[in-house]
């Protein structure tokens, strides 16, 4: 079955510590892996995403995401995290056959001051 | 200019009763899609249109009747609302490689 999953339900951190969101994926093929945020009463932001190419994806905020192809992971990271970083993480994946996405559970980011 | 634009924001509405979810997007993407976010805050796609047409339909029940009357409009109508039925549901466009969310309509159903 074609999967993503967010080990952790929540992560907390502490301001100014690095911050690291998990996610693997199990697909066939090459898949597309996404990264979206979503903050409290709010839609779902794109942070990045991997399509091809370099492993090492940087997007929005100051955070980056790495494509492990051997791992089968996609883990989001950011140096030093932020307060205003607090939010559900989302990892998602698909391919151009499939015509939609395949979510992970979400991960709650706790960033205490 | 908002890109997906859903109305309205909130809803709340008693059992039993009819209601519509509008989304526009103004990117010019081809394909669009509803997705429903339940309580613990997980993501599954419902529909999917593309051109107007029904790509996606992932075991919805009928009381859900997406609509698109072209390309830049997917509206949801749902009849005989059901408890369970309350939720967040996201509008979302895409064309190629990446989405674009709407900011959600969260359903109460009382």
């Known amino acids: 079955a074609q999967s993503v999953a967010q080990p952790e339900d929540q992560v907390n951190v502490a301001e100014g510590n690095p911050l690291t969101v998990k996610c693997t994926y199990s697909?066939?093929?090459?898949?597309?892996l996404f990264w979206y945020v979503q903050y409290p009463n709010r839609g779902l932001q794109f942070l990045l995403k991997?399509?091809?190419?370099?492993?090492l994806v940087k997007g929005s905020y100051g955070f980056e995401a790495e494509f492990n192809k051997s791992q089968t992971s996609f883990h989001l990271k950011k140096p030093s995290a932020l307060v205003s970083d607090s939010a559900l993480y989302f990892c998602a994946v698909s391919r151009p056959s499939w015509g939609k996405f395949q979510f992970g559970a979400g991960t709650q980011v706790v960033v205490t001051p | 200019d908002t890109a997906v634009s859903q109305t309205p924001k909130y809803l709340v509405t008693q059992m039993g009763n009819d209601k519509s979810i509008k989304c526009e997007q103004n990117?010019?993407?081809?394909?669009m899609y509803w997705y429903k976010q339940d309580s613990k805050k997980f993501l599954k796609i419902m529909f999917s249109?593309?051109?107007?047409?029904?790509?996606i339909n992932e075991t919805v029940p009928n009381r859900f009747s997406p609509k698109s009357p072209d390309k830049a409009h997917l509206n949801l109508h749902i009849n005989s609302l059901e408890l369970g039925d309350s939720a967040v549901y996201f509008c979302?466009?895409?064309?190629?490689?990446?989405?674009?969310f709407g900011s959600g309509t969260r359903l109460t159903v009382v």
């Open positions: 249109y593309n051109n107007k047409e029904l790509i």
């Open positions: 991997y399509i091809t190419g370099d492993n």
């Open positions: 979302a466009s895409s064309r190629k490689d990446g989405y674009t």
């Open positions: 697909v066939s093929g090459n898949p597309y």
């Open positions: 990117l010019g993407h081809d394909t």
